[in-house]
């Protein structure tokens, strides 16, 4: 079975650039997580999505992320413009749809941002 | 409310055990553990539910103590491939509550 897939692996650019993360969830998986990860920290949740609805993004920065999830498979998350604390890792995860509390999430690699 | 982790970090021979500590603030309804190579996506662990369960996984198992608010990992007989950091991740809720992650806790075994 494939796991988590994310593109691209790494990123450098510089600030006030836009970028862009995809994600390609574990087939059958209902929900998709979007983490940030900073060096030395635990994951932090940014969005979660129930097919393609988002149930949490309170701790989305909204002035500058958005993120979407056509058809309840892929995800894009997005920053726009990004800042020189946007590096870190962004971790994508899926589940399969049991109450977060109770459910395995699947990791994928995640995306290096760096921003100079 | 961010889970608490000790130690920060562990330095073990192969063979040794070790425990890792997860706590918290507020009331627990689940606790998760995944571990996380270098450069590598955080691998699932196992997941304790309120009730004071205990898992096992091989040779790693947890505790979770919902009165205390507290879930211990062991590590018995660490093997090389044990070593990366940590993570435990709890929540307060059996359907709503969002998974926050404790800091980590860097595990080293040595030959």
């Known amino acids: 079975e494939a796991g988590v897939v994310q593109s691209p692996r790494y990123k450098i650019i510089e600030k006030k650039q836009p970028v862009a993360f995809w994600c390609n969830p574990i087939?059958?998986?209902?929900?998709l997580y979007w983490y940030r990860q900073n060096l030395g920290q635990g994951p932090e949740l940014l969005i979660r999505?129930?097919?393609?609805?988002?149930?949490?993004d309170s701790q989305l920065p909204k002035d500058r992320f958005s993120a979407e999830r056509l058809k309840g498979v892929d995800s894009t998350l997005k920053i726009q413009p990004a800042e020189l604390g946007d590096s870190a890792v962004y971790l994508c995860a899926s589940s399969l749809g049991l109450a977060e509390a109770r459910g395995e999430q699947y990791f994928g690699p995640g995306t290096r941002l760096t921003v100079t | 409310q961010q889970p608490v982790q000790s130690p920060q970090a562990v330095i073990l021979r192969e063979g040794e055990d070790a425990v890792i500590n997860c706590s918290s603030s507020?009331?627990?309804?689940?606790v998760h553990w995944y571990r996380q190579k270098h450069g590598e996506a955080p691998v699932f662990l196992m997941i304790?539910?309120?009730?004071?369960e205990q898992k096992g996984h091989d040779k790693i198992s947890a505790s979770f103590n919902e009165k205390k608010q507290q879930s211990s990992l062991y590590l018995t007989a660490s093997q090389l491939s044990y070593s990366g950091t940590y993570f435990c991740?709890?929540?307060?809720?059996?359907?709503?509550?969002?998974?926050?992650f404790g800091q980590g806790t860097t595990l080293q075994v040595k030959p």
């Open positions: 087939s059958g998986h209902n929900t």
């Open positions: 991740g709890t929540s307060g809720s059996s359907n709503t509550g969002k998974l926050i």
């Open positions: 304790l539910l309120k009730g004071g």
């Open positions: 999505y129930e097919n393609e609805e988002a149930v949490d």
């Open positions: 507020k009331a627990l309804y689940s």
